[in-house]
């Protein structure tokens, strides 16, 4: 039986607005009960106690069995290679990847697609990665060219389906042939991914430009469903290059809340 905890982690003291989306979420909060097992982990944050615990109180009351842990003195790609090893170490198969700032897609009515697409994966055991983002959404890939080695059914009730592509198949579509969007995985897999010459990285963007290299080299497969559940958002951190980015980015996320929330 597949057991899955997550390895979410947020960096600097500045995020407060995260942690505010984090906490309304409704999307965000039915994949984690999904989860055998919640984390949510604090990176360089200079030991300020008092963000920390800020942070922390947006994610205890809508999920109040999350275990808050921090990493300290280290760099993020270390970081991350520790929590894997923890999960690996306290019995757990497989690994939620998830960044801080992804946010759900689907309608609120839609939210139970979540629950089906964890118990198909936790129900195929040989099906070692899902992805669950929306730059990965299969009729992309098809769009492209790019065949899918094998289809299954999800549910027919609910159109939802899982293809299984290679991480060549993401190069046709014009994407990284794999990142770090919100994604399953199997632990030991991941930790042959995310190896020693992973570690060397500083920053996550030099860490996803390895990975992508080697995915590349040695090919993985990727499952990707019909629909998008999670993206990101870059309204705050290191990737808001100027206030008409993060603008630009607020935009896209208000509109989002409000689809999400309509009958269409």
């Known amino acids: 039986m597949k057991r899955i905890a997550n390895f979410t982690q947020t960096y600097s003291t500045n995020r407060l607005e995260v942690a505010n989306n984090l906490s309304t979420d409704k999307g965000i909060h039915k994949l984690f009960q999904n989860l055998d097992k919640k984390y ?14 800020q942070f922390a109180l947006h994610l205890k009351v809508p999920m109040p069995d999350i275990e808050f842990l921090v990493y300290t003195s280290q760099k993020y790609t270390d970081s991350f290679l520790t929590h894997l090893n923890h999960l690996k170490d306290n019995k757990f198969t497989d690994c939620l990847l998830m960044q801080d700032d992804a946010v ?39 769009r492209h060219g790019a065949k899918p080695t094998q289809t299954r059914v999800i549910s027919e009730k609910y159109n939802l389906y899982a293809y299984e592509f ?11 042939n794999m990142d770090d969007s919100t994604y399953i995985g199997n632990i030991d897999q991941m930790l042959d991914l995310y190896d020693s010459e992973y570690s060397k990285y500083y920053n996550m963007d030099q860490a996803e430009s390895y990975i992508n290299t080697k995915c590349r080299a040695k090919p993985l497969k990727r499952w990707v469903l019909n629909r998008s559940f999670f993206r990101y958002f870059s309204y705050v951190g290191m990737h808001v290059y100027n206030e008409q980015t993060r603008i630009k980015e607020l935009k896209k996320l208000s509109k989002l809340n409000y689809l999400k929330t309509c009958n269409t």
Do not use: G, P
């Open 104 to 142: 759900c897609t689907l309608q609120y009515k839609n939210l139970h697609l979540i629950d089906l697409a964890v118990d198909f994966y936790r129900n195929n055991k040989d099906i070692l990665m899902l992805n669950l983002d929306n730059r990965s959404v299969a009729k992309r890939l098809l």
């Open 166 to 176: 290679d991480t060549l198949d993401w190069s046709c579509a014009q994407l990284y």
């Open 40 to 53: 949510f982990s604090f990176h360089n944050v200079n030991n300020n106690f008092e963000y920390c615990k």
